[in-house]
């Protein structure tokens, strides 16, 4: 089944399904259980596509609705597949003043992305975040563990680039 929204089908592997089965077998019964499973299935795939959440619902017996649920009201889990490189750019309100959106419009617009989604290739994601904490760098994204400041729309490509 390919995610519309990534253009990224699903690849899992028989050897991640018979870890998240150990998971379920081990975790299951337990209070908690459904987050605990939910964890170690985002641990294992990286991220909970649909496929996930069905043998998850089908082993746990419940309904996939309420696996929905959790997966999306919670922030730390993803139902999308994250790039091999993950960009952040900070929307806040500093940077948003200094331009970000227009920066991240550019990128947007470079990658053919949207927050939430995955280049094809599966090597770039785009998230749009509240705050990174580096306010006087305003605007600022990262790019994994990579963090850069004071950008301007003309830097998009040779910061893509270096990736």
Same mark, same amino acid.
């Not at 253009?7 to 908690?32: A, R, Y």
């Not at 993950?86 to 806040?92: E, H, M, R, V, Y």
């Not at 904490?133 to 680039?161: F, H, Q, S, W």
């Given at each position: 089944?390919?995610?519309?929204?990534?253009?990224?089908?699903?690849?899992?592997?028989?050897?991640?399904?018979?870890?998240?089965?150990?998971?379920?077998?081990?975790?299951?019964?337990?209070?908690?259980?459904?987050?605990?499973?939910?964890?170690?299935?985002?641990?294992?795939?990286?991220?909970?596509?649909?496929?996930?959440?069905?043998?998850?619902? %089908? *082993?746990?017996?419940?309904? @996939?609705?309420?696996?929905? =649920?959790?997966?999306?009201?919670?922030?730390? #889990? +993803? !139902?999308?597949?994250?790039?091999?490189?993950?960009?952040?750019?900070?929307?806040?309100?500093?940077?948003?003043?200094?331009?970000?959106?227009?920066?991240? %419009? *550019?990128?947007?617009?470079? @990658?053919?992305?949207?927050? =939430?989604?995955?280049?094809?290739?599966?090597? #770039? +994601? !785009?998230?749009?975040?509240?705050?990174?904490?580096?306010?006087?760098?305003?605007?600022?994204?990262?790019?994994?563990?990579?963090?850069?400041?004071?950008?301007?729309?003309?830097?998009?490509?040779?910061?893509?680039?270096?990736?």
């Amino acid at each position: 089944m390919t995610n519309k929204k990534t253009k990224v089908p699903f690849q899992g592997t028989q050897e991640q399904e018979q870890k998240l089965l150990d998971v379920i077998t081990e975790i299951s019964g337990t209070k908690g259980a459904l987050i605990s499973v939910l964890q170690k299935a985002q641990d294992i795939y990286g991220y909970l596509p649909l496929e996930v959440q069905k043998i998850i619902s %089908e *082993k746990m017996n419940i309904p @996939l609705e309420e696996i929905y =649920g959790v997966a999306s009201f919670y922030a730390q #889990f +993803s !139902l999308n597949p994250k790039g091999e490189y993950k960009i952040s750019c900070c929307l806040g309100t500093a940077c948003y003043v200094r331009g970000a959106g227009k920066f991240y %419009e *550019k990128i947007s617009n470079e @990658l053919g992305i949207k927050t =939430g989604e995955v280049t094809p290739d599966g090597k #770039f +994601s !785009l998230e749009a975040c509240r705050c990174i904490g580096a306010c006087g760098l305003a605007p600022v994204m990262t790019i994994n563990e990579d963090v850069y400041g004071r950008l301007t729309e003309e830097e998009v490509d040779k910061i893509l680039a270096k990736y």
